[in-house]
């Protein structure tokens, strides 16, 4: 046997009441609904082809599901306590739009939203570095938001100073039972200290093995969205990027509340396949035997997918053995270090409808949008280095494959990634001689692609059933356009899909109740 091993993300407006801040986290979605005999995580493993021809060297697709059902999570009084600590930019560029007075408004809202078994540290850098509360157990909140009140705007950016101050912080009282994680916020370069992209990769990796998270959140336009991504897929944490200084709160929210509702950490995947299996590739990362590669610990409620392109050898027997998935993690809720080890056995056949007959069509489906993004992200790359013709060339041609897809499967999944293709090419012209708009295309493209990395593609595409901000942004575009008067609540519910349709119909467009790009686009969400 043969043993590949991939870690990776399986593979995240705003209200200022610090009341309703605390109610979301205490209770939010998911109150009430703790069972104890419910598993932090569950696995489902599919293929697009199970069946496949007798005597072929054939392609097979592997889809590996996680799922971390809501009902895992024990609650408020239950979780695990948190040792975080807030690493906040303080340079000379934060003054602008008042990003750092939103930045310390929402800084003080986290801290409101902890309680005494939680412990708190802030960090605030700029080419100097400086513990503005160093580690302790949240109790004086009145003296923490007053330290917090204090900053200023001045000096330069040492990032990464900063965010390993804000680790040690951490790693003082370190306990692996505990949420241990630094979130970093920056609208700059890393431009003091460390700024090599692989050093601090380095530094972060090493975080990482010592059980400490690093979330990221870039603001503005300026910061280096490559390097804050890389930083949190290094270490294992969430990348958000922020538009405008007002969303601050709301993403420093929702980072903390999928924090505390973590059940699942550690998150390893480990192949050991047979001899039939002649090479693998993962679609859903970039490459996955990087030994840096980050692992996502997932909270109550959360899915992602891993997808796996198997080359396997020919075979005239009815069963084709691959090897073995265990999957290993640990249990945050207790934290029991767990293990499960799954056959991948395909079945063989020289029935060319039994064969057909067998596919898996979600399978399929969900492997050529991994195909498709990985190419997408290839042409947002060469869009970047100013090859413009070759990236417009490449998502042309992106363009014309998966409509091929979109009409012989006739899924609407396809059908949204054909339309934001196609306003994205669009994009590219509009803005290639303007720097800011193009900048603002570019986080906004990596950033939905980064989502996608782990299936998630609520970024281009929402309808009924989908939660989160995307769907809280859409609430409130079309409250603003005069078309919903709903709850701003982050539910894609039958009522939200009747307003979309309205405001599609009112637009000359298709009037499905999908939020698709064209949609999104004209609401000023994509």
């Known amino acids: 046997m043969h043993t590949l091993t991939f870690n990776g993300r399986f593979a995240r407006t705003g ?9 979301v986290l205490a209770v939010g979605a998911f109150a009430g609904h703790a069972r ?26 592997l889809m590996i599901t996680l799922h971390s059902p809501r009902e895992a999570w024990p609650g ?25 007075e939103y930045a310390k408004r929402a800084a003080k809202l986290v801290v409101q939203s902890l309680g005494p078994r939680d412990r708190v540290a802030i960090v605030e850098y700029d080419d100097r570095i400086n513990v503005l509360w160093p580690s302790a157990p949240v109790e004086n909140i009145r003296e923490i938001h007053r330290r917090i009140d204090s900053l200023t705007s001045r000096g330069s950016t040492n990032l990464t100073g900063g965010m390993m101050r804000g680790v040690d912080e951490v790693l003082e009282h370190f306990d692996a039972r505990d949420l241990n994680r630094v979130v970093l916020l920056s609208d700059g370069l890393a431009n003091q200290g460390v700024t090599d992209a692989y050093d601090i990769a380095r530094l972060v990796r090493g975080a990482r093995r010592d059980g400490v998270r690093i979330s990221t959140i870039g603001l503005g336009l300026d910061y280096d969205e490559n390097l804050m991504q890389s930083i949190a897929e290094n270490g294992a944490g969430n990348y958000h990027y922020v538009e405008h200084p007002s969303q601050i709160a709301r993403i420093f929210e929702e980072e903390l509340s999928t924090l505390v509702r973590t059940t699942a950490r550690d998150i390893d995947l ?18 996955a035997r990087a030994e840096g590669l980050a692992v996502g610990d997932m909270f109550a409620g959360e899915s992602q997918t891993v997808m796996l392109r198997l080359d396997v050898d020919a075979t005239q027997a009815d069963t084709l053995d691959l090897g073995e998935l ?24 020289s029935n060319a409808q039994t064969v057909a007959e067998a596919r898996d069509s979600d399978v399929t489906v969900e492997a050529a949008l991994f195909e498709a993004e990985r190419t997408h992200l290839l042409a947002v790359a060469a869009y970047e280095a100013g090859d413009n013709a070759r990236a417009d060339g490449m998502l042309a041609d992106l363009e014309t494959k998966v409509a091929v897809q979109a009409d012989d499967t006739g899924d609407a999944r396809l059908t949204a990634k054909l339309e934001a293709l196609s306003v994205e090419r669009e994009q590219m012209q509009a803005v290639a ?6 900048s603002a295309f570019l986080k906004g493209s990596k950033q939905r692609l980064y989502q996608a990395q782990s299936g ?5 595409l929402l309808e009924v059933g989908d939660e989160g901000l995307e769907v809280e942004r859409l609430q409130t ?50």
């Open 326 to 349: 265990t999957i290993s993690f640990v249990d945050a809720r207790t934290g029991e270090k767990q293990s499960r080890v799954v056959g991948l056995t395909l079945a063989a056949s």
């Open 456 to 460: 998630k593609r609520d970024g281009y």
């Open 270 to 287: 480990r192949l050991e396949h047979s001899d039939a299996v002649k090479n693998i590739n993962v679609l859903s990362m970039e490459d």
């Open 76 to 100: 408020i009084a239950e979780r695990p306590p948190v040792n975080l600590a807030l690493v906040l930019d303080r340079s000379g560029s934060m003054e602008d739009k008042g990003k750092l």
């Open 433 to 438: 001689a303007a720097p800011q708009e193009r």
């Open 15 to 23: 209200g200022w009441a610090a009341a309703l801040f605390a109610i």
């Open 477 to 526: 575009a079309l409250a603003e356009e005069g078309f919903w008067s709903g709850p701003v609540d982050g539910k894609y519910t039958r009522e939200l899909e009747a307003a979309v349709d309205s405001y599609q119909a009112s637009k000359g467009m298709k009037a499905d109740g999908i939020a698709g790009p064209s949609t999104l686009q004209n609401l000023g969400l994509y």
């Open 36 to 61: 104890a005999d419910v598993d932090a995580l569950d696995t489902t493993v599919r293929y697009d082809q199970p069946v496949i021809p007798h005597g072929t060297d054939t392609t097979v697709h």
